[in-house]
């Protein structure tokens, strides 16, 4: 117990859309203990007991007290109204806006609690033991069902205002006003290039008659089809689904050539699960990125472009960072 005292750990804590996580993390980063279970969806009013039993529990993994705890830091798939403690924009998991309640949380743990964003809190996590580790100046963009953004300036995470900085999943690049997005919105870019895009993408070219490898993987019923059905046959070199990721990709790298025209930043990280898909949607992104932001094209900078390193833990050390970075 004394080198813990001596060390000091908190709890980090990844709420998503499938699992919940909890960490606890000690001051240099390492996981000492972890536990996930499975996001409630079918009854939503036990996601708070849910989320103290994850903290309770992998404290006692790691043979640790919470009393002991330099505090629980939690990224949250939304928004945090900081007057009322409860979450003001979930569009992913709006379920959580009913169960959310930091000041109940607080209470019950009797501990520090901090939260931000999920996007944030992984960032911090890259930036302080991954791919963005001695960076001042970086960009991590997540790909997945939404796309999320943390932007780190001068070596710290920029939240914004009221913490709501780098929604890059509702920057305009392509006005085409066609789909709805869950903002309310339209033209955004989530609904053009993120998960949910892509396979809707998928469906229309089935349902459309065109002869695809997309069609054949699900044997012709196209509401089978997932982002996951599109990258593996575009991976099987269908070209079809290999030009619906490389306009996803292509879009993405628009959105990230607008980011790093406004920040100059040194590195660009790429996480999430669209990321696992590799080049195939890297590549039509970093190309892009390149071509259409001047400072790049004219060589007046260079980002490195890089994967994420700590995959879903990510998120857990990141939030755990959240704890250690408010001691003092
Ligand atoms: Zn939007």
Redesign the pocket.
Known sequence: MDSIEESGVAIGVDIGGTNLRAAVVDQSGKILAFTRTRSPIADPMQGHDLLVQAIRTVATQANVQLSQLQGVGLGIPGWLDRLSGRLAFAPKMAHWQQIFDLDRLQQELALPIYVESDPHVATLGELWVGAGRGSRHLIMITLGTGLGCGIVVDGKLYVGRHGMAG?F??IIVNDDGAVL?????TG?L??QAAGPAIAQQGRAAVESGTVTLIGDLVQGRADCITAATVFCAAERGDPVAQSIVNRAGELIGFGLATLVSLCEPEKIIVGGGMADVGDLILKPMQQAMARRCYLIARGYIAVEFVRAQLGDHAGVIGAARLAFSHES
């Not at 997005?181 to 919105?185: I, K, N, R, S």
């Open positions: 929604e999943g509702h997005c869950d903002c309310g919105l955004c989530e609904t």
